[in-house]
């Protein structure tokens, strides 16, 4: 399995906590930067957060800093999303993805991610 699998979506209300997994291949994704991207409805897919290959280093959109929080366990093959105090217009659909890439100096680009999930739904009610 190349790609990436996310869970954990749900609904929550908002203030509330989800973490949200992703399974990836060991293949594609040792040595490799992980992302996490979302799409509200109607609306853009964008950047939340990524973690470096080694796990050192991590970026954060503004609207999500301070809140989410990415991890990565290499043992498992899997990267995390925390996402606490979480509000209404975080509601998407969160995608994990695996980059080209162990590290780089912009992680906000799509086209460096080739393998994509499917998607968890995350709905936080007001």
């Known amino acids: 399995q190349v790609q990436p699998a996310e869970s954990g979506g749900g609904l929550v209300q908002a203030g509330g906590s989800l973490r949200l997994s992703c399974a990836a291949s060991g293949r594609t994704f040792r040595n490799r930067a992980m992302g996490w991207f979302r799409q509200a409805p109607g609306k853009e897919r964008d950047f939340v957060a990524a973690?470096?290959?080694?796990?050192?280093?991590?970026d954060y959109a503004d609207s999500v800093k301070g809140r989410f929080t990415i991890s990565r366990d290499d043992a498992k093959d899997a990267v995390y999303l925390q996402m606490d105090s979480l509000k209404p217009e975080d509601t998407a659909i969160y995608y994990c993805?695996?980059?080209?890439?162990?590290?780089?100096?912009?992680?906000?680009?799509?086209?460096?991610?080739?393998?994509w999930g499917q998607g968890t739904q995350v709905t936080v009610s007001s």
């Open positions: 993805a695996t980059s080209l890439y162990a590290s780089s100096a912009w992680y906000r680009r799509e086209g460096d991610y080739p393998y």
């Open positions: 973690i470096d290959s080694s796990g050192g280093r991590t």
